[in-house]
């Protein structure tokens, strides 16, 4: 089964500076799809990036840009010129392709964003 | 074009009690699902749906029902609620045709059960 796991439960970044969120998973499939949800106080769910596997380049999404590194199984998530609404938990998920695939989600991790 | 829709917003149970969650999308999606969210577990399949007719179990499904009669509507059914259903609950839809079969969310529900 796939496994997705995000170690770090809490972190904190000033604003303006960069911080980087990690994200490692498990999987026997060679062909997947990669997610970094946000979710605010509002507790609604927001796509911030994806990525594909079989595409080596990272994917960017305005300030927001991923490392994936497959054969390490590792997606971190980098936030740059970090903003006081960047503050939200953020899901790292994975789905693999396929008509009855599942979206699996890490634990979470809270982000701060220090004034 | 509303998306997924999700009533009610909140709600409060007592042990025992039925109830029904609502979950609708216009998208024509053919892949929809429930999640619960509790504190430090992330979001944990419940049921979820390939289309009209057909559902499967998910992570934790026991003490959770589900139908899908038509390609809009998949509502969850709690038949005798219990404390442990305490959560967020959230309805999500897919299409096949989306090249990263990209889930959109509803706004969840908050359940109490006392």
């Known amino acids: 089964a796939q496994t997705v796991t995000q170690s770090q439960p809490e972190m904190s970044v000033q604003e303006a500076e960069t911080v980087t969120l990690s994200c490692t998973y498990d999987t026997s499939e060679s062909d997947y799809y990669l997610f970094w949800y946000k979710q605010p106080p509002s507790r609604q769910m927001i796509l911030v990036i994806r990525?594909?596997?079989?595409?080596?380049q990272n994917a960017t999404e305005n300030r927001f840009s991923v490392n994936f590194q497959k054969a390490a199984k590792s997606f971190s998530l980098k936030i740059s010129d970090s903003q006081l609404g960047d503050a939200a938990m953020y899901f790292c998920?994975?789905?693999?392709?396929?008509?009855?695939?599942?979206?699996?989600f890490g634990k979470g991790i809270t982000l701060s964003v220090r004034p | 074009n509303a998306g997924v829709t999700q009533t009610p917003k909140f709600q409060v149970l007592k042990t025992g009690q039925s109830m029904t969650l609502q979950c609708a999308q216009d998208?024509?999606?053919?892949?929809m699902s429930w999640y619960r969210q509790d504190p430090g577990m992330g979001l944990r399949l419940i049921h979820y749906?390939?289309?009209?007719?057909?559902?499967d179990q998910g992570e934790v499904p026991n003490g959770y029902n589900v139908s899908r009669s038509t390609t809009e509507d998949f509502p969850l059914r709690l038949l005798s609620a219990a404390p442990s259903q305490t959560s967020v609950y959230f309805c999500?839809?897919?299409?096949?045709?989306?090249?990263?079969?990209?889930?959109?969310f509803g706004p969840g529900t908050r359940l109490t059960v006392t």
């Open positions: 990525q594909e596997a079989y595409k080596q």
């Open positions: 999500a839809s897919s299409s096949w045709t989306s090249p990263s079969y990209e889930q959109y």
């Open positions: 998920a994975y789905r693999a392709t396929g008509a009855n695939s599942k979206l699996t």
């Open positions: 749906s390939v289309g009209a007719g057909i559902t």
């Open positions: 998208m024509n999606h053919e892949y």
